[in-house]
């Protein structure tokens, strides 16, 4: 199953008309996304909870890491640059944390509310290598823009 961006982004946004709540947001879209292609094995965001420091939000899958420094992983490189991180092995990822051994490949994008402000981070991963594309991180990117446009 391979997922359709459009019919999903427009799922998501009638799932989430309204709504300004991040982390009713950041529920709804987890399941949404992870229900939608096999290649979505762990997913899920990272919320920034103090100055360089994420801990684990709501999510789909397994168990994830608890506590992520901006300083580690790839979801801290994602944090701390505030750029899309498409990684085609997770092995050759300088520090990258593995919260599951199972994990080949990985995407995070950066979640802002309608300020700019970051609140976290959306993890993907995949126990497939070379699962995800610049495609896939731009619809993406796109569906978190519409539905965090208005959190609180």
Same mark, same amino acid.
Request: overall charge negative; hydrophobic content about 45%.
């Given at each position: 199953?391979?997922? =359709?961006?459009?019919?999903?982004?427009?799922?998501?946004?009638?799932? !989430?008309?309204?709504?300004? $709540?991040? /982390?009713?947001?950041?529920?709804?879209?987890?399941?949404?996304?992870?229900?939608?292609?096999?290649?979505?094995?762990?997913?899920?965001?990272?919320? /920034?909870?103090?100055?360089?420091?994420?801990?684990?939000?709501?999510?789909?899958?397994?168990?994830?890491?608890?506590?992520?420094?901006?300083?580690?992983?790839?979801?801290?490189?994602? *944090?701390?640059?505030?750029? *899309?991180?498409? /990684?085609? $092995?997770? $092995? *050759?990822?300088?520090?990258?944390?593995?919260?599951?051994?199972? !994990?080949?490949?990985?995407?995070?994008? &950066?979640?802002? =509310?309608?300020?700019?402000?970051?609140?976290?981070?959306?993890?993907? =991963?995949?126990?497939? &290598?070379?699962?995800? !594309?610049?495609? =896939?991180?731009?619809?993406?990117?796109?569906?978190?823009? $519409?539905?965090?446009?208005?959190?609180?």
């Amino acid at each position: 199953m391979t997922v =359709d961006y459009s019919d999903l982004r427009k799922s998501i946004a009638a799932l !989430t008309e309204g709504e300004t $709540d991040a /982390v009713a947001l950041m529920a709804t879209v987890a399941c949404e996304v992870h229900h939608a292609d096999d290649r979505f094995h762990w997913t899920g965001f990272y919320r /920034v909870t103090a100055p360089e420091l994420l801990k684990i939000g709501p999510y789909q899958g397994g168990h994830g890491c608890l506590v992520i420094p901006f300083a580690r992983g790839v979801c801290g490189a994602c *944090a701390r640059t505030g750029e *899309a991180q498409i /990684v085609a $092995d997770v $092995d *050759a990822f300088p520090g990258h944390i593995a919260c599951a051994s199972s !994990t080949r490949s990985e995407l995070v994008l &950066p979640v802002r =509310d309608g300020a700019g402000r970051l609140l976290g981070v959306f993890d993907l =991963d995949s126990d497939f &290598p070379d699962a995800f !594309t610049q495609g =896939d991180a731009d619809a993406l990117q796109a569906i978190l823009d $519409d539905a965090f446009g208005n959190a609180v």
